[in-house]
């Protein structure tokens, strides 16, 4: 495409001025312990771990590691408050629910910056994303609280049990938010263990659910890594398993529950298709391809990774592509100016490192934008593979980074079968101005959800969820009730 030489905009590069959100209102303790039965008690055998922040190396915290005898004692506080819990009127629920949600929201530019801080996402998303969504679950399910007959007509919903939740480190509070709201709307008691990397939302949010005079053992909140995970599940008190993270640990927890009448429900990896189709807007749609991969590093399950552009445009979206890259602001997470933020950790850095390596060995065409990354930290620059096919690693496996698989396509049923081709089911995203093309596509794409002319938007209310290896059940809207409840006889 040609620059033109006469217009300003076109050629300006533009510098912004810092814009550091203030660190100032913040509270981080030193040391967090496990919050069990109502109250912050210390894990069984002292031990604790680290929690830093990725943008710095700087360590933020240092929280409990929960053992078995934690998960034990966590499961049993549990199990002891769904006997009055679970007897509750819906309203008198509900109200509860209420409460954690304006607290969460009076207190939310503090969970944004902390969130920030722990999580090395760029404080735009955490403060206009991450943080009103997950306010917004819990007012969404707040409101289910007493109208469950309504949900499930003449089927007597009946609460599980102790939920086990175990969530990942890309959207921490968020997922939190999806795992408890619709647990608590239900009558159901929960312990919830927050990724290893990220738990300080979480352990904020105990605090609040603590403020709110939510009766002792309803919510417990332990932290560790995978095995105060492994534990959690194979405990034999637990009634329901919702788990997000990797597909590797979730084929683990359904190996781990197989033959017990535990409920499960997982939300695994991804490798969404974002189908860009010649009618487009072409600039919506580079702006929907950046939003679909560069939205919080790459750590998105829902990611658009594989994009297929339609070959009679694919020069022109690529070099649009490439220029916009190049206005990306990768740095500080707390600068109100970032776009890209931290690698969560030096291991997923790794992770993406030696992917990107692959693509490269596999014979991918690289672009990546001239860009100065901070020297501490975890760091990548947004990344671009061209000349890739079905069969490369990157175009196949989830990469959870900000690398981005691009191929060409010519004809609908082409692009329908090249989507599909993978182990995956969770996004898909479809850009074209014909309603008729829409519809054909998202009936076709086997995916949990389909985008049309846009990218990664949540909303409580809509369900969410994949097929295949994507994993099982919804999490959201009326969907994400189902998953906490059984029917009566
Ligand atoms: P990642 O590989 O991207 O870190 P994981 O799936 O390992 O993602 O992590 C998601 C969550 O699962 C985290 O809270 C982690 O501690 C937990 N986890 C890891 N291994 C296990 C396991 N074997 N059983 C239960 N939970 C686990």
């Known amino acids: 495409m040609q620059k033109d030489k006469n217009n300003p905009v076109f050629n300006a590069t533009w510098t912004y001025a810092d814009a550091p959100e203030s660190t100032n209102h913040i509270q981080i303790k030193k040391r967090y312990h496990l919050y069990i039965n109502g109250a912050f008690t210390e894990p069984v055998q002292k031990s604790y771990f680290d929690t830093t922040n990725p943008a710095t190396q700087e360590i933020l915290a240092e929280v409990g590691n929960a053992t078995n005898q934690d998960v034990d004692k966590a499961v049993q506080s549990a199990k002891k408050a769904f006997k009055s819990w679970s007897k509750l009127s819906g309203k008198e629920r509900g109200k509860y629910i209420f409460r954690i949600a304006r607290l969460l929201q009076e207190r939310a530019r503090e969970f944004a910056v902390i969130e920030s801080l722990d999580g090395g996402k760029p404080i735009r998303e955490s403060r206009d994303i991450d943080i009103p969504l997950a306010a917004n679950h819990f007012f969404y399910y707040a409101g289910w609280a007493d109208k469950l007959e309504y949900a499930f007509p003449n089927r007597k919903p009946k609460p599980i049990g102790v939920a086990a939740q175990i969530i990942p480190w890309n959207f921490p509070l968020l997922m939190a938010a999806w795992k408890i709201a619709p647990a608590l709307a239900t009558g159901n008691t929960v312990v919830l263990k927050p990724a290893e990397t990220t738990p300080l939302t979480a352990l904020k949010l105990a605090e609040i659910i603590h403020e709110s005079g939510l009766p002792k053992g309803v919510v417990n909140i332990i932290t560790g890594a995978g095995e105060t995970g492994a534990a959690l599940v194979n405990h034999p008190d637990v009634n329901k398993i919702a788990f997000t993270g990797s597909t590797n640990v979730g084929k683990y927890i359904q190996k781990a529950t197989a033959g017990s009448s535990k409920k499960l429900t997982l939300e695994l990896g991804g490798k969404g298709a974002n189908i860009i189709f010649e009618d487009a807007a072409i600039d919506q749609a580079v702006e929907g391809i950046v939003n679909a991969i560069f939205f919080n590093q790459g750590h998105v399950c829902c990611a658009g990774s594989r994009l297929f552009v339609q070959e009679s445009v ?20 707390l600068d109100k100016n970032t776009d890209i933020g931290a690698i969560n950790s030096k291991k997923q850095l790794k992770t993406i490192k030696n992917y990107i390596k692959i693509g490269l060995e596999e014979g991918g065409e690289i672009y990546q934008p001239t860009c100065n990354l901070p020297k501490n930290g975890n760091w990548c620059a947004p990344t671009l593979f061209l000349n890739v096919s079905q069969s490369h690693r990157i175009v196949q496996e989830e990469i959870f980074g900000p690398v981005l698989a691009i191929q060409t396509f010519r004809t609908i049923d082409e692009v329908i079968e090249k989507a599909n081709n993978t182990p995956y089911g969770l996004s898909a995203g479809v ?30 209310s809509s369900p969410f969820g994949g097929y295949k290896e994507s994993g099982m059940g919804r999490e959201g809207g009326l969907h994400g009730l189902k998953a906490y409840i059984k029917f009566e006889e």
């Open 314 to 333: 694919a020069a022109i979206v690529i070099e649009k592509l490439k220029q916009r890259m190049q206005t990306l602001i990768i740095g500080n997470p």
């Open 431 to 460: 850009w074209t101005q014909k309603g008729s093309k829409i519809f054909q596509l998202t009936q076709k794409l086997n995916a949990g959800v389909v985008w049309a002319n846009t990218f990664n938007k949540f909303d409580p």
